[in-house]
């Protein structure tokens, strides 16, 4: 969910791009010697082949292998070294990765950054090594968790066409047969100036921010010439279910997964739906928690959001916990029967402007940071959205009416684009 804030950050926002197409997001901040610095390339896991998923968060593990100026584990080991952190992670949009350090080192890690970029040293050891930790990773977040291969199933049924299909971390079969030609084509074809989104905030003005990163990244050139081609899914013209039983389920959890427009379709249209959701289903405050959970006692826990900031469509989803054996059939007629009475009749101005206020005043807590601007900045970026439409999201915020929420609601619940999931002992 993007948050933002209109209180003066935006005035320290600058961007510009070098002549191999990289993108640089300045967020000048001052109040600490210290520097969060990410650099976002606009693909993740929604560029790989069929029958090659998982290569891009295999390439986000390589990326800390070494290149030959700075070979094996120089980088983290400096970042360390000077009380900095680090971390990356894959979706299905972006990889990122990102470090948090004193400002003194800038130059330094811009100069690590860009040596990585296209210098990485790959060995065929090094593939297999890291072959057998993603595998393990792959038990120990998803094979080992029933709640999540329930959700990995939903989601391949729900996109039966698209990369946001396939699992991020990749299918084991396909994960075990990827090879060093695999990776080091992924490599080449997709880490470049091009796909790259720099984003640094912090201690760090405009003029020393180009000097250092045009030194370092503008004579990198791009080799690939390969292009991002949406695909697009059919519409679910049937009701789907998926059951999964496990012995070591204690209790039975409901879920419900629906294929949504994202923000890039509308800015003030996923925000109308988001506050709709934040109302209805966001959390301990919401009218369903309530409903269900104080009130009549059926649940104890259910909730569900809406997730707009995507290339491709967003999704809306939901949970729910009985408090006992409950078909789940009819915990989804509960749920949606209720949406309806609360859309209709609960849905205020009142309560709208609360939330408008909790989503303004949540954005200027965020922003009011180091790592989090340059977060916001890069994902937004990342997935297609312009800086005037991140710097415009308040004003499309002030502009949300009770009518338009709950046209985006009643919209919601005629979508028959979804997937309904049970998880059970």
Known sequence: MLLLSSSGVFAKVKQFSLSNGMKVVVIENDRAPVIAQMIWYNFGSNVEQKGKSGLAHFMEHLMFKGTKKHPDNYYSNFISKIGGSENAFTSYDYTAYY??????????????????????????????????????????????????????????ILYPN?????????????????????????YKTHYEPRNAILVISGNVNL??????????????????????????????????????KHPTVKQDI??????????????????????????IAGGTSSLLYDEFVNR??????????????????????????????????????????????LVKNELSSERLETEKKKYLYDSIYRMDGILKPSEIYGEALTVGLKLSDIENWNKNLDDVTLELVKEEMFKFIENKNYVIGSLQN
């Open 296 to 341: 009549k006692k059926i649940f104890s826990m259910v909730g569900g959001f809406y997730q707009g900031l995507s290339r491709g469509e967003g999704y809306v989803y939901f949970y729910a916990i009985p408090n006992e054996k409950i078909e789940p059939k009819k915990i989804d007629n509960l749920i949606m029967d209720q949406i309806k009475i």
């Open 162 to 186: 698209h990369p946001y299909g396939r699992p991020i971390i990749g299918w084991k079969h396909e994960i075990v047969e990827l090879n060093y030609d695999d990776i080091k084509s992924f």
């Open 254 to 279: 409901w879920k419900k997964l629906y294929r949504a427009d994202s923000y890039n379709k509308s800015i003030k249209r996923g925000i109308a739906l988001d506050l709709g959701m934040k109302i």
């Open 99 to 156: 470090q948090i350090y004193p400002s003194e080192h800038f130059e330094k890690i811009i100069e690590l950054e860009a040596d990585r970029m296209k210098n990485l040293t790959l060995t065929k050891k090094n593939v297999e090594i890291e072959k057998n930790v993603i595998l393990e990773e792959r038990f120990q977040r998803i094979e080992s968790d029933p709640s999540s291969l329930l959700d990995e199933s939903m989601r391949s």
């Open 207 to 244: 003029k020393k921010a180009k000097e250092i990163v045009k030194k370092n990244f503008s004579k990198i050139k791009n080799v690939s010439t390969s292009e991002f081609k949406e695909t697009l899914d059919p519409d679910l013209n049937s009701q789907v279910f998926v059951e999964k």
